[in-house]
């Protein structure tokens, strides 16, 4: 998911979900590639794959869009690969960064071209409000749409699955009359979530010049298309979706329609791919820091985590510091510190005791799918509320960065790594 706000806690994604701000099963894409009403889907929990128990046995010409970002691609791949599987001919169009990513899975990538900020950019890129958030992904849209247009020339699909930041597969659903599927990888709108929450965000931004232009234009690129909806239903109310993290991570649930959302939670294929990591001889407990692809750029943080952890007798710290730190920021490290820009997460996950995450909503369930406790310390957008969620289980403690001292940290880790309730849950 893209930064938003510059760390600003804006819950529900950067404008609301839907907006910038997972897999379904294919069985649930199947449905509604046949124009069925609610799906209900079972998920056989394994670790390395998932099987579902409908099956489409007509072929179709499946479309699936998405943006550039870790956070948007990674969750659709398991889904693409078993729909291919299934034989399925699958098209992604997605920017040339992913496209070996996507290729990989079977599916047919198709090429557009993007003006986001890359997933490698520096996140000042994004900006520090809401509407710096937000109008890079208009800007794109409108750039990007004739672009697929061109792609998909006498190639149009049977049904379109898109990322909830890909604007323009809802538009070129509408222009071909072919029903499109949401891919949440975050939590979705609830009854009353715009009295609640979108409305009292966006209040001050739409009383501004510059908000009224963002709406303006948004509403003028959807009618130049055909579309009449509101550029806040268009965005974040889509007419069918499958959401990528489970039930109990989604605030409000009990007010969600289910009859639009079906929550399938994470499908996680095979990462083998990503690489291994070995647990050090004598790592009693081993602690993994990482505040995913996007939040990284926080120096005073990863310094609190050495002194936390640092030398703490049998704990080993495993330290993602990404692309935008330089190692020296972090001063003199202990023997027991590993210091890395990247991580294969879910392989150190495996064997990890602590996991201290943003809380992104990859990151969350990998942390529940490797049953390993979490200091959540979110950074933005859905990670708030994916922090409360996870506290709420048991599961985490909820530390918010400008409280996250070293004394702190190491306190809720002590805490966590010994409640014996914690580990039951």
């Given amino acids: 998911m893209a930064p938003a706000a510059g760390g600003r806690r804006v819950p529900g994604g950067t404008a609301g979900p839907g907006r910038p701000g997972g897999p379904g099963g294919?069985?649930?894409v199947a449905a509604a590639a046949r124009g069925a009403g609610p799906v209900t889907v079972f998920q056989l929990h394994e670790?390395?794959?998932?099987?579902?128990?409908?099956?489409?046995?007509?072929?179709?010409?499946i479309a699936m869009f998405s943006i550039a970002a870790h956070g948007h691609v990674n969750p659709?791949?398991?889904v693409i690969r078993e729909l291919v599987a299934r034989g399925h001919r699958v098209t992604y169009a997605i920017p040339p960064l992913f496209a070996e990513k996507v290729a990989e899975t079977g599916a047919e990538p198709k090429l557009w071209n993007s003006t986001l900020?890359?997933?490698d950019a520096d996140p000042e890129a994004w900006g520090t409000t809401l509407l710096d958030n937000v109008e890079p992904f208009l800007e794109d849209a409108v750039q990007a749409l004739p672009q697929l247009i061109e792609a998909y020339e006498g190639d149009i699909p049977d049904l379109v699955l898109h990322d909830i930041a890909s604007y323009p597969a809802r538009v070129l659903a509408h222009r071909w009359g072919v029903p499109a599927v949401s891919l949440s990888p975050s939590l979705v709108a609830w009854d009353g979530y715009e009295q609640e929450v979108a409305e009292p965000m966006w209040e001050e931004p739409k009383k501004t010049e510059r908000g009224r232009a963002y709406y303006a234009r948004f509403q003028a690129w959807l009618e130049e298309n055909g579309i009449t909806q509101h550029p806040d239903l268009f965005a974040g109310r889509p007419a069918r979706s499958i959401v990528l993290i489970p039930r109990a991570l989604q605030p409000n649930a009990d007010r969600v329609d289910e009859t639009v959302y079906s929550f399938?939670?994470?499908?996680?294929?095979?990462?083998?791919?990503?690489g291994e990591w070995r647990r050090p001889a004598g790592a009693e407990k081993v602690v993994l820091v990482s505040l995913g692809s996007s939040f990284t750029k926080q120096p005073a943080f990863y310094r609190e985590c050495v002194r936390a952890f640092g030398d703490l007798p049998g704990w080993h710290l495993v330290l993602q510091i990404g692309r935008h730190v330089d190692p020296a920021e972090l001063g003199d490290v202990p023997a027991n510190v590993e210091v890395r820009s990247w991580v294969p997460q879910l392989a150190v996950l495996k064997q990890a005791d602590l996991f201290v995450t943003h809380a992104g909503a990859g990151g969350s369930q990998e942390g529940l799918a490797t049953a390993t406790p979490m200091i959540a310390v979110p950074q933005a957008v859905d990670q708030f509320g994916n922090a409360d969620m996870l506290q709420a289980l048991g599961v985490a403690r909820h530390v918010p960065t400008d409280e996250a001292t070293a004394e702190t940290l190491r306190s809720a880790a002590l805490a966590l790594v010994d409640d014996p309730e914690v580990a039951r849950r």
């Fill in 264 to 274: 399938v939670g994470a499908c996680q294929g095979d990462r083998t791919a990503e």
């Fill in 26 to 28: 294919a069985g649930a």
């Fill in 76 to 78: 659709s791949l398991e």
């Fill in 47 to 61: 670790t390395s794959r998932l099987a579902y128990g409908r099956r489409m046995t007509t072929p179709a010409h």
């Fill in 117 to 119: 900020p890359g997933p």
